[in-house]
């Protein structure tokens, strides 16, 4: 356990880019369709149950929201996208923010976009990945809800991501998360320490 992630506190939530943070330090973003398990990943990986609000109604979060690690680092929560019962021009609203941020937000080391293992690469899925090649950043693609599926159908989704997006251009790894079993929070902590560069203290074992 890392635990920088442990102490991750709400910041504060922005509308626009005028309200985010100052463009300084380090950050790690979260993008996910509405529903694909986003929030309870972020809960997971930072050891507490309501950090990041989880909802049964889709497109809920409608800002940026930032955690605090420490004074330099932050993780930021993007609007869930997919299935939101807005109008159309608020959509675009979001749709413009989120990829304001990503183009131009210069702190911005990673982004991990979240889908469900059962329903992976929509075509809005797809649509935020060509956002993140754009703004050069390495993406972590997490298969969440991995406890729904059998070891097996879910190893095959797996390696059918894999070579789905290994045929096409950037930095892109994919894992397999559960936030109901811990599967995968681990490794997603690690490579969260680099992104975020972490001092080296934080990264070894625990005892």
């Not at 940026?64 to 993780?75: G, N, S, Y």
């Not at 929560?77 to 413009?96: E, H, N, R």
């Not at 070891?151 to 095959?156: L, Q, V, W």
Request: glycine share 6%; aromatic share 6%; charged share 25%.
């Amino acid at each position: 356990m890392h635990p920088d992630f442990q102490r991750a506190s709400f910041l504060t939530a922005a509308v626009n880019r005028a309200s985010t943070p100052p463009d300084e330090g380090f950050e790690v973003a979260f993008a996910g369709r509405s529903n694909s398990g986003k929030s309870s990943a972020i809960n997971r990986i930072c050891h507490q149950r309501s950090l990041a609000r989880t909802s049964r109604t889709p497109g809920r979060t409608q800002q940026l929201v930032f955690f605090r690690l420490d004074d330099e680092r932050r993780l930021v929560d993007l609007p869930g996208y997919g299935f939101a019962k807005v109008s159309l021009a608020i959509k675009a609203g979001w749709q413009g923010l989120m990829e304001d941020y990503l183009r131009r937000r210069e702190c911005l080391r990673s982004l991990v976009v979240v889908m469900d293992i059962r329903h992976p690469l929509t075509d809005i899925d797809r649509h935020m990945l060509t956002w993140g090649r754009a703004a050069a950043l390495p993406m972590l693609v997490l298969l969440t809800k991995a406890d729904k599926l059998k070891r097996g159908p879910a190893m095959r989704q797996l390696a059918d991501v894999r070579r789905a997006l290994a045929a096409e251009p950037g930095d892109v790894t994919v894992e397999m998360f559960s936030a109901e079993t811990g599967l995968g929070v681990e490794g997603v902590q690690t490579r969260l320490a680099e992104w975020l560069a972490l001092p080296a203290r934080e990264l070894e074992a625990k005892p």
